[in-house]
Each structure stands twice: as C-alpha cells, then as structure tokens.
C-alpha cells in the first residue's frame, strides 16, 4: 500500500509539472502570436467573422440559404468550431518541425509540444465565444440551462482535435507532402459537412456517412443546443435513435486513441528525422 502511494506521488507531481509547462507555453505563444501588431487580439476574432461575412452574403443572402429562424447563428457557430478545428489540426502538423532546435536540446516529453499548441487555439476559440455570446445576446436568443451541454461537447472537440494533431505531426515529420494532403483534406471536409448549410441539403445516402465523423456531430449538437428552434440534424434524428450517437463518439475515441499510439511510438525518432 505505501509502495503505491510512493509511486502515485510522484506520478501525480510530474503530471502536474507537465500541465503547467502547457499552461505556461500556450500562454506564452498566443500572447507572442500578436506580438508588435496594432490590432493584437482582435486579429483572433477577424478571421472567423470575415469568413462569416463573406459566406452570409453569398450563401445566406444570395442562394436563400437563410430561409430558417438564427441562420446567422448558425452560421457563425459553425465557422468558429470549424476555425478552430482547421487551425489546431494544422498549427499541430507544423509543430514538431517549427521546433526542431528546442526539441534537439532538451529532454522532455515530446507530447507537450502539440498539446500546448493545441492549448493555444483553444484560447482562440474561447475568445470567438465571447463574439458570439454578442451576436447571440443581440438576436435576443435567452440563455438556458442546457447550455451547460456545450461544455462538454467543447472538450470532445478539443480532444478529437488533438488526436489528429497527433497523426498530423509525425506524419509531417517524415513526409513534407502531407501538408498539401491535409489542406485538401480540409477544403473537401468543409463543403461536405453541414457547416454553411443545414443537414436537411445533404442527399439522404451521404447523411449517415457524414455523421460518422465527430466533427459533425459535435457542431450539430452545439447548435442544437444553442438554437433549439432552428431545424438542425443530431446523430439521433439521422440514425432514428439516441444509439447513433456510438457512431461519431466511437470514430473520436479511435481517432484520439490512434493518434497517441501513433504519437507515442513516433516520439524517440522525431529529433533524428527532422
């Protein structure tokens, strides 16, 4: 009993010690992100609401696409999961390459490096959060209790989103290619999900194949939950029962669980193959 203790002390101190290395470095590197720029924070919140712009005018006022109560809520949330999501995955593919001089001369678990990485676009997306709760306080959408829902479904995102990182960044590592794969990868992944326009336009044969993926799932809750009088699409109205959800929550944790394998057994090579 008191060997366990003995191990778990230690075991807990170091993990408490890595969690703080995290904390400290992505704090570090989003405040080094705006750095000397005149705009600093506001560049993390332009970005979204650019894309957001540009895509309401087109798809919600040109093509009509806006015919449904909150379309630009809708919208909105869905380009800043999607931004986030984008930008941690390729941040996460760049990250072991970008430092490969810090990662030749100290010794510590290579892990830290995406996951600090990823830390720092979920402070971006925390900041696009707080735009949105402004458009939503403005549409006069009233807060209720199920919104506590977004908490975890935020951490499912965050989570899925670093077990691809994980793949993305040995990949790269031992071949440069697979940023251009990934960018590709990507574009297809945004117009293919409902992301700009709701689950009822996709064709009935492509709607439970797209809801395999976590990523459609978690932003389809999200809006769900936010939006309770828009029509939006959820694992159980595509699969006809509460079980589909098995499906996007199985495909995350495969992802994620992969992804660390993968990461883990890449990691005493990564520093000889940059």
Not at 61 to 75: A, Q, S
Not at 164 to 176: I, M, N
Not at 199 to 223: C, T, Y
Request: overall charge positive; hydrophobic content about 55%.
């Amino acid at each position: 009993m008191a060997a366990t203790e003995t191990f778990r002390r230690p075991f807990l101190e170091r993990l408490a010690h890595h969690a703080r290395v995290v904390h400290v470095t992505a704090a570090a590197e989003f405040k080094l992100k705006y750095s000397g720029s005149a705009l600093g924070y506001v560049w993390s919140v332009v970005k979204p609401l650019g894309l957001f712009g540009m895509l309401y005018v087109v798809f919600g006022r040109f093509m009509r696409l806006g015919n449904f109560p909150h379309y630009p809520l809708y919208l909105l949330l869905g380009i800043v999961l999607w931004t986030f999501f984008a930008d941690a995955s390729t941040l996460m593919m760049y990250s072991l390459v970008g430092r490969g001089n810090l990662l030749s001369k100290l010794a510590f678990p290579r892990l830290i490096v995406p996951l600090s990485v990823s830390t720092t676009s979920a402070i971006t997306l925390c900041v696009n959060l707080v735009a949105v709760a402004f458009f939503i306080a403005a549409n006069r959408v009233v807060p209720r209790v199920e919104w506590l829902l977004l908490i975890p479904l935020l951490l499912e995102l965050f989570v899925v989103t670093l077990g691809v990182g994980l793949f993305l960044g040995p990949l790269f590592v031992r071949l440069r290619d697979v940023s251009q794969v990934w960018d590709l990868v990507l574009q297809l992944m945004f117009y293919a999900s409902p992301i700009i326009y709701p689950v009822g336009f996709l064709p009935p044969w492509w709607k439970p194949i797209a809801f395999i993926s976590p990523f459609v799932q978690i932003i389809q809750d999200a809006r769900a939950v936010v939006l309770p009088h828009t029509p939006v699409g959820t694992a159980a109205s595509i699969y006809g029962t509460d079980w589909g959800y098995a499906i996007p929550l199985f495909t995350g944790f495969a992802i994620t669980f992969l992804g660390y394998l993968f990461f883990r057994r890449e990691a005493p090579y990564i520093v000889e193959r940059l």
